[in-house]
């Protein structure tokens, strides 16, 4: 009778789960226990009530089963009962000595359970037999919380007339502030905060560098702090835990002990029932709350009303309801954003004419800068920017990094947005992001726009139509942004033809440069674009201009692997023997990025293959030192020279040597590479191979007839080298090779 299973369930579990109330009879008879545990931590008196088995249950507690009992997660039987509606099961448990304040892990209490899943029945019994009408589960919400969140009114109703409080929030003083965005990636996991960033850490005992700035502090000292993830905490005190890399585990709080901020200081989800209530569209609940009393105007952690999430959402009814109850229309949230805000960006035209009719100031700006006008043009939403410039919206408003509606238009390719802003009176040549180094979107860091006009912002992203609408109002075809990028450089930057073939038509000029020199067909060239490329060559583009590296089209495209690129500039007449800044011709890039094909081609096409670099580098040296074996055979086959010197004097059998790559050292000692030449420090292939342990690169160079004694500037051998290293087997195969044991070094 006590055998258990697999999942630890006994005989007497599986019994009760099914309900074979006999077979649970003859079991406890035969003198089963009544609260064993399975693996889950369920007693049978879990799963009979779970599974509503109730003769099951009532004979398992007449047998001495314990009520209050509780599995993984600290539920009771009753908390199960309470959550599945089962009002005989509740009854039964209640009067046989449960607990009705009896809290989870989450300290969610069997009412909390019963009212999110809207069991009236078994609300009711449970405020009668003394259940507390507010008290708090993790994250701070209420059974009426709950209740209006999921929209149930008669439970909202009867917890109200039963005392429960209009105005709690369910929110925690924790001591950081947390946004919107952040609080998605930061939130509360069994009493646990997790989502911290790395460089969060500790300093004096002290929690510090949380997001968007640190307003408070964790008194715990380090011994106390607990070593396990948030998912294996069991402490009942609410926990905030490093969850990422730079976060160093975890800290156990009470929240008795946290910091007391003012109300702008606190968390995320500081929501009222009525906010609940408003953002999952429950409009009875909303009507009962407010006339119970509700504030119209509650805050939340991101110190939004109940007006600003019915704006965002849509729900007209519920926006008409409030303002006509109070609600201010143009409050503000943490991030200065209205009402009339959320309502545009999301395109609820019906919303925002209401807003505005109720009052709703029309130009607000967020805390980006932004109108509501901004926001909708982005967005592309025509009928919203309509309705706004028809009531006063000023069409070249300004955000703080200078951009105006129609560049956020301009920008998502909006046309026909961007053909009223400009009937309307915008500017189509103002100049955006010049404030800032670079802009922040909800994205994070992004490019900077750098001063760029609309057309640039329409070119750079291809948006033709636009391009063309644009061009046709007078904007300037040639204006620059920050980096000196015209629409054409920013066109053939990112590859969009049809926009470079309007723009060159519309008398853009091809070989205008950037702040760094390069042209239109230097970008599209190192893009790999090879129809830009084409069309701009075709339009009188210069094929051999320099930037300020003195880097070429051909380099670009040869250094990115480009190969048709390359085969069409250098048929339209580039140069393949110009070098750059370093000294570096096209094939010494090629071939130190291992692009094959293109070394193929540079060398049919006349490139030398031992022309040096500044350094003194040929390309077969950084194609040996990068490892591009088929590089290597190609350009000796091609007639480079096997030994040639670096700077260093080093040869490519040096390098190769050094790296370790057997199979090119190999390669240029069958092709004729000395074995014994040194560098300018008097190094051979031999005592680099063997200051970097390359044991198999050691063999092959003394089976070729490399000095197994040959000393360097500092009169070290290779076995001085392999020694101070710590290189045993190549130390052993040196000695064993005839290598002196007794030489001195310098």
């Known amino acids: 009778t006590h055998g258990n299973d697999q999942d630890r369930s006994t005989p007497l579990h599986l019994a009760?789960?099914?309900?074979h109330l006999e077979v649970v009879q003859y079991l406890v008879a035969s003198g089963a226990s009544v609260d064993p545990t399975d693996g889950a931590g369920r007693t049978p008196l879990h799963l009979?009530?779970?599974?509503?088995?109730?003769?099951?249950?009532?004979?398992?507690?007449?047998?001495?089963a314990s009520v209050d009992q509780t599995k993984t997660g600290r539920s009771t039987a009753l908390h199960l009962a309470s959550e599945k509606g089962h009002l005989e099961f509740v009854q039964y448990l209640v009067a046989s000595g449960a607990s009705v304040n009896q809290t989870s892990r989450d300290r969610s209490t069997p009412l909390h359970l019963a009212t999110e899943k809207g069991h009236l029945e078994v609300v009711q019994y449970l405020v009668a037999s003394g259940a507390s009408v507010d008290q708090t589960k993790t994250?701070?919400?209420?059974?009426?919380?709950?209740?209006?969140?999921?929209?149930?009114?008669?439970?909202?109703?009867?917890?109200?007339a039963s005392g429960a409080s209009v105005e709690p929030t369910d929110g925690v003083s924790i001591p950081h502030r947390l946004s919107a965005d952040a609080w998605k990636r930061s939130g509360w996991t069994n009493g646990t905060l997790f989502g911290l960033r790395e460089g969060t850490g500790w300093k004096n005992g002290t929690l510090f560098g949380l997001r968007e700035g640190t307003l408070g502090s964790c008194p715990v000292p380090r011994r106390e702090w607990s070593k396990r993830q948030p998912d294996q905490q069991r402490s009942k005190h609410a926990t905030s835990s490093g969850h990422r890399e730079g976060t160093p585990g975890s800290?156990?709080?009470?929240?008795?002990?946290?910091?007391?901020?003012?109300?702008?200081?606190?968390?995320?989800?500081?929501?009222?029932?009525?906010?609940?209530?408003?953002?999952?569209?429950?409009?009875?609940?909303?009507?009962?709350?407010?006339?119970?009393?509700?504030?119209?105007?509650?805050?939340?952690?991101?110190?939004?009303?109940?007006?600003?999430?019915?704006?965002?959402?849509g729900h007209l009814e519920f926006v008409q309801y409030l303002v006509a109850s109070g609600a201010s229309v143009d409050q503000t949230s943490r991030d200065r954003s209205t009402p009339l805000h959320l309502a545009t960006e999301k395109g609820h035209l019906e919303v925002v004419q209401y807003l505005i009719a109720s009052g709703a100031s029309i130009d607000p700006t967020d805390g980006h800068g932004r109108t509501a006008l901004c926001l909708a043009s982005k967005k592309g939403h025509l009928e919203v920017v309509q309705y706004l410039v028809a009531s006063g919206a000023s069409v070249n408003q300004t955000t703080r990094d200078r951009s105006t509606p129609l560049h956020l238009a301009t920008e998502k390719g909006h046309l026909e947005v961007v053909q009223y802003l400009v009937a309307s009176g915008a500017s189509v040549d103002p100049t955006g992001g010049v404030r800032f180094p670079h802009r922040l979107s909800a994205d994070g860091w992004t490019r900077s726009k750098g001063g760029r006009t609309a057309l640039c912002l329409a070119s750079e992203k291809g948006h033709l139509e636009v391009v063309q609408y644009l061009v046709a109002s007078g904007a300037s075809i040639d204006p620059t942004d920050g980096g000196r990028k015209t629409p054409l450089r920013l066109a053939s930057e990112n590859g969009h033809l049809e926009v470079v073939q309007y723009l060159i038509a519309s008398g853009a000029s091809v070989n205008q440069t950037t702040r760094a020199g390069q042209t239109p067909l230097h970008l599209a060239s190192k893009k790999g674009h090879l129809e830009v490329v084409q069309y701009l060559v075709a339009s009188g583009a210069s094929v051999n201009p320099t930037d300020a590296d003195r880097s070429t089209p051909l380099h670009l495209a040869t250094e990115m692997g480009h190969l048709e690129v390359v085969q069409y500039l250098v048929a339209s007449g580039a140069s393949v023997e110009p070098t750059d800044g370093g000294g570096i011709t096209a094939l010494c890039l090629a071939t130190e990025k291992g692009h094959l094909e293109v070394v193929q081609y540079l060398v049919a096409s006349g490139a030398s293959v031992n022309q040096t670099t500044r350094y003194g580098e040929t390309a077969l040296c950084l194609a040996s030192e990068k490892g591009h074996l088929e590089v290597v055979q190609y350009l000796v086959a091609s007639g480079a020279s096997i030994d040639p010197t670096d700077g260093g004097r080093s040869t490519p059998l040096h390098l190769a040597s050094e790296r370790g790559h057997l199979e090119f050292v190999q390669y240029l000692v069958a092709n004729g590479a000395s074995v014994n030449q040194t560098s300018r420090g008097g190094r051979t292939a031999l005592c680099l191979a063997s200051e970097m342990g390359h044991l198999e690169v050691v063999q092959y160079l003394?089976?070729?007839?490399?000095?197994?004694?040959?000393?360097?500037a500092d009169r070290s051998t290779p076995l001085h080298l392999a020694t101070e290293k710590g290189h045993l087997e190549v130390v052993q195969?040196?000695?064993?090779?005839?290598?002196?044991?007794?030489?001195?070094d310098g």
């Open 16 to 19: 009760t789960e099914k309900g």
């Open 48 to 64: 009979a009530t779970e599974k509503g088995h109730l003769e099951v249950v009532q004979y398992l507690v007449a047998s001495g």
């Open 139 to 160: 994250g701070g919400r209420t059974a009426l919380c709950l209740a209006s969140e999921n929209g149930h009114l008669d439970v909202v109703q009867h917890l109200v």
């Open 251 to 313: 800290c156990p709080v009470p929240r008795r002990e946290w910091s007391k901020r003012r109300p702008d200081q606190q968390s995320k989800d500081r929501s009222t029932p009525l906010h609940l209530a408003t953002e999952n569209g429950h409009l009875e609940v909303v009507q009962y709350l407010v006339a119970s009393g509700a504030s119209i105007d509650p805050t939340d952690g991101d110190r939004s009303t109940p007006l600003h999430l019915a704006s965002e959402k």
């Open 702 to 712: 003394v089976a070729s007839g490399a000095s197994v004694n040959p000393t360097d």
């Open 733 to 744: 195969y040196l000695v064993a090779s005839g290598a002196s044991v007794d030489p001195t």
